[in-house]
């Protein structure tokens, strides 16, 4: 048989497509869909006494995967594995050169770090051989997680309940979220207050805080201490004691890697880190921009590394100059470097950036879904705005006695756009902030009156998405793929539960983790988790071997393992009796745990099955039906919503959250809505709208 063609393989079907239109008649490329071998889902699948050899088997389903591999590889003269540029990717290719029995010498792996024409073609000129150092890098990880999982995993069942599980970088995660809640339950709010004084010079208003007293910074810590300064107020004239003008820079933030790219798509898109990988998988893939057809837009989206190609920064001065001047340009181009010296960064592969600077999210908006578009807008603005200059902010302070009492005026103003030409969302942020008229020391201000306000500082904030991200990453736990199967699975487990987006430790999570850590201190300890990661590391830079660092954990695992075999005690979940009556058998109602949180089930289970949701009430009466009153309620979506408690018979509902306080101007419902780092308060009936601060 003739062989005129070279076979492609890739993990991905949309990938595929997309190599396969910058290549030519000359390659076929097919998808592996995947991973073809893994491990056994139904037994351990390591061999710990032949070295921790591990017992591979083909994923289920892919045996016609394989076949057409097959058959396909019989026609091509060449085979080359394009699976990911990682650790993954590159297990991925060993595992397709094993069971197709590909020479693992040969030159059949081809690495890309972005899929568009230049980058496929430039690949496909130097390929190279399998990196074995990748493979078992990802080999110990997997094994090594294997071990802890279906080790301690069991045990859980049989002491706990079924279904439990309990792994290294996931037992960790629980730990931050438990130990936060305590933080938040021990919390004990103190007073303080601020005094804001409003004064005017030649019928210019100026609003300025209290400082301190004989230029030393104070605290309002009462109302006595109010009432103190209140007097001072009233007893002595405003005058300007000083006057600061000065320059201040600011540097744009670095391009993305996976941390920072789902915390601010968290923040800005309100977007899950699920759903942030999954639209970011879509735009590196390949999207059909129109006549170029299907185009990666971005470049690979698993990445720790802040490096930029020589040829990107090139790419991107040059659209820089001709987009906005060159004084948007900064001398030489920017290098960002990671901060920690300990963190292993992937520097094959790049930060997350625009595969073509001058693909503008403006001119994509037609073709982009609205969520695509949001998403690359994001990774556009923060990458050009990463290569261009500082933006110049004018600075003035003035400070204001009135007797022994310092007040302070601030402001900026914009000098020099810079990087904010981009990001003008920051230039909003850190802009002009005050109007402050021209003054000069010595010169009498009219005052005109003075607002004081009560707060109580707040508890630390409860882990939402982003903010378990930015731990895990600080902490050196994980890896960019790891951070979403972590948080999924604690969901999955039941170890956490969502309230407004924030993750609260369930009581079987709490008993799991108070599990893990009495009888596998070593599992959630933050520097022996760190230490795993930067072996696996060392594996990668091919400094260690992989069975010795194995070695160096799992008899000691193994011993610590029998003896809670022996000494867990056996954990039984009493079900907590509830005040009501089931309506359909008449027996007494219990409060259960679910998937989802606490519920109420009939104690006649299984006879009778009936359960009912909890409730939260919101104390605001409903509109529209006026007998029954709002409570919280979730959609098949796990959206949060609130609705009518007299529902199917009234199906009032509001989607933001109602507040107790009546609208002050027409006394309909106030909803409360947060953007931006503000609060808005705005009524249902009319046009009431309140901002508030954070």
Request: hydrophobic share 35%; with cysteine.
């Amino acid at each position: 048989m003739k062989k005129t063609k070279a076979l492609v393989i890739v993990e991905s079907p949309a990938k595929a497509k997309t190599i396969g239109k910058y290549l030519g008649q000359r390659y076929l490329v097919k998808s592996s869909v995947g991973h073809v071998r893994d491990l056994p889902k139904s037994r351990l699948g390591v061999d710990v006494s032949k070295g921790y050899l591990p017992d591979y088997i083909t994923v289920r389903g892919k045996g016609s995967v394989l076949k057409e591999l097959r058959l396909a590889m019989k026609k091509a003269d060449k085979v080359y594995l394009a699976a990911d540029h990682d650790r993954e990717g590159e297990a991925i290719a060993w595992h397709l050169a094993n069971i197709l029995r590909i020479d693992m010498q040969s030159k059949c792996r081809v690495v890309f770090n972005e899929i568009t024409e230049g980058a496929i073609k430039a690949a496909f000129k130097s390929p190279r051989e399998l990196d074995l150092d990748l493979v078992y890098a990802q080999q110990a990880r997997r094994i090594l997680d294997r071990l802890v999982g279906y080790g301690i995993s069991p045990l859980l069942w049989k002491k706990v309940k079924r279904g439990l599980s309990a792994g290294r970088v996931q037992s960790v995660a629980l730990k931050f979220i438990v130990d936060r809640e305590q933080e938040v339950k021990a919390f004990t709010p103190k007073e303080y207050w601020s005094m804001t004084v409003t004064l005017a010079y030649k019928q210019k208003p100026i609003e300025a805080q209290f400082y301190g007293y004989d230029g030393k910074k104070a605290e309002l810590s009462s109302i006595e201490d109010i009432e103190k300064l209140k007097k001072i107020i009233e007893q002595n004239d405003f005058s300007v004691s000083a006057v600061k003008e000065g320059e201040r820079k600011r540097r744009p933030l670095p391009p993305f890697i996976t941390s920072t790219l789902q915390q601010e798509a968290a923040r800005k898109l309100n977007f899950k880190a699920q759903k942030t990988m999954r639209i970011a998988q879509q735009l590196y893939e390949g999207v059909n921009v129109g006549k170029q057809g299907t185009s990666g837009l971005i470049t690979y989206m698993r990445t720790d590394s802040l490096r930029i190609s020589a040829q990107a920064s090139e790419e991107t001065a040059k659209f820089i100059g001709a987009k906005f001047g060159q004084e948007y340009l900064t001398a030489a181009p920017r290098i960002y470097k990671n901060k920690k010296k300990t963190a292993n960064v992937q520097d094959a592969h790049e930060a997350i950036r625009p595969s073509a600077p001058a693909q503008t999210p403006e001119s994509l908006k037609e073709i982009l879904s609205r969520d695509q578009y949001r998403l690359y807008k994001l990774i556009w603005q923060r990458f050009i705005a990463s290569q261009m200059t500082d933006a110049l902010f004018d600075t003035i302070a003035v400070d204001i006695t009135a007797g022994a009492a310092l007040f302070r005026a601030t402001g900026t103003k914009l000098k020099f756009a810079g990087f904010t030409k981009v990001m003008k969302d920051e230039a909003e942020l850190t802009g002009s902030k005050t109007n402050i008229p021209a003054l000069k020391t010595g010169e009498l201000l009219k005052y005109k009156n003075n607002l004081p306000k009560q707060h109580f500082t707040q508890p630390p904030p409860r882990y939402n998405e982003a903010r378990l991200v930015k731990e895990l990453e600080e902490q050196g736990i994980g890896r960019p793929s790891t951070y979403v199967p972590t948080i999924e699975t604690l969901k999955r487990r039941g170890y956490v539960l969502e309230e407004d987006k924030q993750m609260i430790p369930s009581e079987l999570g709490k008993i799991v983790l108070q599990l893990v850590t009495d009888f596998f201190p070593d599992i959630i300890n933050l520097k022996f988790t760190a230490k795993m990661e930067h072996e696996l590391d060392l594996i990668e830079e091919g400094k260690e071997d992989w069975i010795a660092v194995l070695d160096s954990f799992y008899p000691m695992f193994a011993e610590k393992l029998k003896l809670a075999e022996q000494e867990m005690e056996q954990i039984t979940f009493q079900d907590e009796p509830a005040n009501e009556m089931c309506p359909n058998c008449e027996r007494q109602m219990v409060y259960k745990h679910g998937r989802y949180g606490k519920f109420l089930a009939c104690s006649g289970f299984p006879e009778c099955r009936y359960t009912k949701a909890i409730l939260k009430k919101m104390d605001v009466s409903c509109p529209l039906c006026k007998a029954g009153e709002l409570v919280e309620r979730k959609s098949k979506k796990r959206r949060l919503f609130y609705g009518c408690s007299a529902y199917p018979a009234c199906n009032f509902v509001l989607w933001e959250k109602p507040l107790k306080q009546p609208c002050p101007k027409c006394q309909g419902i106030l909803v409360q809505t947060k953007a931006k780092r503000q609060f808005k308060l705005k009524c249902t009936v009319c046009d009431y709208l309140e901002i508030r601060g954070e």
